[in-house]
């Protein structure tokens, strides 16, 4: 009877189906990273500038030197004391007295606000080798400020080489002469035999 009754209900059109709502996923969406934050602050910032410029300035007329007139705006918020080549202090780390230099952005704000602007740019849709970040006119201003900061304030911003295969090297410098000569007669006679499988070579 029960089951007579339940096909019944299934083949009548106006039985209602209760269903329950989905359960809540587990799985919410992640927060943006403080990069991508950062990145869209950073864009809204320079958008706002091009909006108050005079003229206004839309994106695609924007140039490198507009993105350059940006930069040196920023300089009034700069924390950095950079010092004149008259000052006392010109290239001292760290000066023992104050002194009435300016402040400035330093280069690594600029060189990283720079290439989250560049990517913003290309997120929006526009074509990378058009970017007025990746001008010419922007490298060079970022490599002089560079530079300058680095003899004011006396620091330096060069990169360490990374060393490859440095044990290899100093082995094969270490061994005896006499040995290095017949691993060498070696080698050219399994070069000669087209056997240079098992050997390693030194660029």
Same mark, same amino acid.
């Given at each position: 009877? %029960?089951?007579?009754?339940? =096909?019944?209900?299934?083949?009548?059109?106006?039985?209602?189906?209760?269903?329950?709502?989905?359960?809540?996923?587990?799985?919410? @969406?992640?927060?943006?990273?403080?990069? =991508?934050?950062?990145?869209?602050?950073?864009?809204?910032?320079?958008?706002?500038?091009?909006?108050?410029?005079?003229? @206004? #300035?839309? #994106?695609?007329?924007?140039?490198? =030197?507009?993105?350059?007139?940006?930069?040196?705006?920023? %300089?009034?918020?700069?924390?950095?004391?950079?010092?004149?080549?008259?000052? *006392?202090?010109?290239?001292?780390?760290?000066?023992?007295?104050?002194?009435?230099?300016?402040?400035?952005?330093?280069?690594?704000?600029? %060189?990283?606000?720079?290439?989250?602007?560049? *990517? *913003?740019?290309?997120?929006?849709?526009?074509?990378?080798?058009?970017?007025?970040?990746?001008?010419?006119?922007? &490298?060079?201003? #970022?490599?002089?400020?560079? =530079?300058?900061?680095?003899?004011?304030?006396?620091?330096?911003?060069?990169?360490?080489?990374?060393?490859?295969?440095?044990?290899?090297?100093?082995?094969?410098?270490?061994?005896?002469?006499?040995?290095?000569?017949?691993?060498?007669?070696?080698?050219?006679?399994?070069?000669?035999?087209?056997?240079?499988? %098992?050997?390693?070579?030194? &660029?």
């Amino acid at each position: 009877m %029960d089951l007579i009754s339940q =096909e019944h209900n299934n083949k009548n059109p106006n039985t209602i189906l209760s269903t329950r709502p989905p359960p809540p996923s587990s799985h919410s @969406p992640p927060s943006p990273s403080r990069y =991508e934050n950062q990145k869209r602050r950073d864009w809204n910032t320079f958008c706002q500038y091009l909006r108050n410029h005079r003229p @206004p #300035l839309s #994106l695609p007329s924007c140039t490198g =030197e507009h993105v350059l007139e940006f930069l040196r705006y920023l %300089d009034q918020f700069g924390k950095t004391k950079v010092h004149h080549q008259n000052c *006392a202090f010109f290239g001292l780390p760290n000066p023992p007295a104050s002194c009435p230099c300016p402040l400035r952005q330093a280069w690594g704000s600029l %060189d990283a606000l720079i290439g989250r602007l560049r *990517a *913003a740019y290309e997120e929006h849709g526009a074509v990378p080798e058009t970017s007025p970040f990746g001008s010419r006119s922007v &490298r060079i201003f #970022l490599r002089e400020v560079r =530079e300058f900061q680095a003899k004011s304030r006396g620091v330096s911003y060069k990169k360490k080489r990374k060393t490859v295969n440095n044990k290899q090297i100093t082995q094969s410098s270490s061994q005896p002469p006499l040995q290095s000569q017949q691993q060498g007669q070696s080698m050219m006679a399994n070069y000669n035999h087209g056997q240079l499988d %098992d050997i390693v070579q030194f &660029r």
